[in-house]
């Protein structure tokens, strides 16, 4: 935290002295303490146990729950109040500065979020009155998107400042993120209604904690299963690049390429995520091919030539029943396609190609141009990229190609280094690569 850019800094202490202003001069008249204090045990509880997402770094904390039922209970001030109690979060890992901007940022929301409620008539149903939920649940929705909104735009400045994320990014993750938080918002509805119709009074706290965990165990159940496809697709890469060495970490390169592109290009947080599986595994056909003709010095017959223009029908074989590979698969069967036309296995042209095949197209060529081999020494970044602006057009999409050139501005490129051939007699390695637009394969 230090080494915040001056405009984070500033941006942080102006939300924290803000946050510090709203709760000094606050008035807390009509505040229902046993409430607050029941409130203040389950915030503190849900607020140390947060719960996963498949967002990268992203968390959400349960207390959303208590926030949101403190801004019907206690009104915004009390709801202001209550937000400062994430100080006091468990979480060892969490920074001061942390801690501290948090408080702040839960008490703005919670605040923001009561005055939406009483502003929208919430404020007059309470008790045990009949139909209490129907007549809260328009002004409570109104507060719970309050809060959600006031939270992740919060959020979103100080890492935005802090260069921690790009716009780019956070819009891409801003979905999920706020599905989960109006998942767990949601709770405090059930919150306030157990305390204020049913009268369940400081019991509500062991009630609700329950179906919270519940809610949570599913969310690190589904975030455990992503991370188990990763490493199954993580294996059959290193399987591929066992049988051609001199592809060594290519498939990864890809993929980062390929999200590189979608980013661009303004793809959705889902379809990211697929064309990063797709690039990991546009090779995995390779499996299906002798290991001689991938090794082979020289030219190839005319058996190896076709068993090498097959390996993306082979690679769509093997991966066709992994379910959640969806449009992946699509641009594992057709990232060798032209936009001329002669391409393969189908020679589909244009806009017939699919668009995650014409994403990795750019991106797996750009790798093998960057990258060392045999039979020529590794292209600089600069000559790639003029080869792309060449083949644009023929080869490849020129908007994948603009889109795949700007995002290289921004986020640069680390060629890959030396490959280590074994010294197993296994030094002949192809004079020519299937990825390679400049040095195209040859046949006897």
Aim: hydrophobic content about 50%.
């Amino acid at each position: 935290m230090p080494s915040l850019p001056f405009a984070a800094w500033a941006y942080l202490c102006g939300v924290v002295g803000l946050a510090a202003g709203l709760i000094a001069t606050a008035s807390y008249d009509g505040v229902d303490w046993p409430a607050f204090a029941v409130l203040a045990v389950l915030f503190l509880v849900c607020d140390s146990t947060p719960a996963r997402l498949n967002v990268e770094r992203a968390r959400v904390s349960l207390s959303f729950a208590a926030s949101l039922a403190s801004a019907v209970l206690l009104g915004p001030a009390g709801a202001a109040l209550l937000g400062v109690c994430a100080i006091v979060n468990a979480q060892r890992s969490i920074s001061p500065v942390k801690r501290v901007f948090n408080g702040a940022q839960f008490a703005l929301g919670g605040y923001c979020a009561g005055g939406v409620f009483e502003l929208l008539g919430g404020h007059r149903f309470s008790g045990c009155q009949v139909g209490w939920v129907l007549n809260v649940f328009g002004p409570f929705i109104g507060a719970l998107v309050t809060f959600v909104l006031v939270n992740m735009a919060l959020v979103a400045g100080i890492l935005l400042l802090a260069k921690q994320e790009s716009p780019r990014e956070l819009v891409s993750a801003s979905g999920q993120l706020a599905v989960g938080c109006l998942g767990y918002g949601m709770f405090g509805l059930l919150i306030a209604g157990l305390w204020s119709w049913v009268e369940a009074g400081p019991f509500v706290a062991v009630l609700v904690l329950l179906p919270l965990y519940v809610a949570r165990w599913a969310l690190q159940q589904t975030r455990a299963q992503r991370q188990a496809q990763a490493a199954t697709l993580a294996a059959l890469c290193q399987a591929v690049e066992t049988k051609d060495y001199y592809t060594r970490g290519h498939s990864e390169r890809v993929s980062r390429g390929s999200v590189m592109i979608a980013k661009e290009i303004g793809m959705g947080h889902a379809r990211v995520r697929a064309i990063r599986y797709a690039g990991m595994l546009h090779d995995v056909g390779k499996l299906g091919v002798p290991t001689k003709a991938l090794q082979k010095k020289g030219r190839l017959t005319d058996e190896e030539f076709a068993a090498i223009r097959l390996h993306p029908v082979r690679g769509l074989e093997i991966v066709r029943d992994i379910g959640f590979l969806d449009e992946a698969l699509a641009g594992i069967m057709h990232h060798h396609e032209r936009m001329d036309g002669r391409g393969y296995p189908m020679g589909l042209a244009g806009d017939e190609i699919p668009e995650f095949a014409r994403v990795i197209s750019v991106a797996d060529a750009f790798d093998t141009m960057t990258s060392n081999r045999s039979y020529r020494r590794a292209r600089t970044v600069e000559e790639a990229k003029e080869e792309l602006r060449r083949c644009a057009g023929d080869h490849f999409d020129p908007g994948m190609v603009a889109a795949f050139l700007t995002a290289l501005e921004r986020d640069g490129w680390e060629p890959p280094g030396a490959v280590s051939v074994p010294g197993d007699g296994v030094a002949e390695v192809a004079r020519r690569d299937h990825d390679d637009p400049t040095s195209p394969l040859e046949v006897s």
